[in-house]
């Protein structure tokens, strides 16, 4: 590339060819005491990894990176950061496509899922997040295809190099967002991109299946379902189906 991507003020990268997983060098470097805004950027990953452990492809050509942030909250607060991380991958993405966001964290474009969101926290004894790691992969050059998807995937295209710039200036413009207005503004954004109230979902709980319809997110970012056995609260789940 011509010139170093270019980063929000204040905001440091790491950049490396390859690497086992950024979220891993990540968390390293957190615990070294790295500032929030240290991002880990590899052009490739051996061992990247997305939510309940799945492997996530990682070969070059798509966009591999995780961020260090320092929220300064109770662990509970620090998992409203995947709806944050989600609205700035929607951010990112060019007009004139079709962006919607699936929860927990999720975000699909045309229809198809262009990206995988991870976040890890350590947790003091005071029960105060002392740093979390925010894995963002977004699929640029190609559209990976894995037979565990439950749904095709799509790509952004354009450059990496680009790619990180959008994704980096979103995801901080996100987060004083965050910060200055709380979940609520962010809860707003993320379900006027949401699928709509009522459409009928499935949600897998471990072993069970749970059929009902959309009811949103909550104000701390459980998902809402009506049952036919009344409503349910869903703090941990895979939504399947539709891109609510």
């Not at 699929?139 to 565990?148: T, Y």
């Amino acid at each position: 590339m011509s010139s170093a991507p270019v980063l929000p003020d204040g905001w440091r990268l790491v950049a490396l060819d390859s690497v086992g997983s950024t979220m891993d060098e990540a968390a390293r470097l957190a615990d070294a005491g790295a500032l929030e805004g240290t991002v880990v950027w590899a052009r490739e990953q051996s061992g990247g990894r997305g939510r309940r452990g799945r492997r996530w492809a990682s070969a070059p050509g798509n966009l591999y990176t995780t961020t260090v942030l320092r929220p300064d909250c109770t662990a509970a607060r620090a998992a409203e950061l995947g709806f944050v991380a989600a609205l700035a991958v929607a951010d990112m993405v060019p007009e004139g496509r079709t962006v919607r966001v699936k929860w927990p964290n999720d975000v699909l474009v045309d229809g198809g899922k262009i990206a995988g969101i991870l976040l890890e926290s350590a947790v003091g004894q005071d029960a105060v997040v002392q740093h979390v790691v925010a894995g963002i992969g977004v699929n640029v050059s190609f559209a990976p295809q894995l037979p565990e998807m439950r749904y095709p995937s799509a790509a952004l295209g354009g450059t990496v190099e680009r790619a990180l710039e959008k994704l980096m200036a979103a995801l901080a413009a996100r987060l004083a967002e965050w910060r200055r207005e709380g979940f609520a503004t962010v809860r707003a954004g993320w379900l006027a991109k949401a699928g709509p109230l009522g459409a009928e979902v499935d949600v897998k709980l471990g072993d069970e299946l749970v059929r009902g319809r959309f009811g949103g997110v909550d104000h701390e970012g459980a998902l809402l379902l009506e049952t036919a056995s009344g409503p349910r609260r869903i703090v941990s789940g895979e939504l399947l189906g539709r891109a609510a």
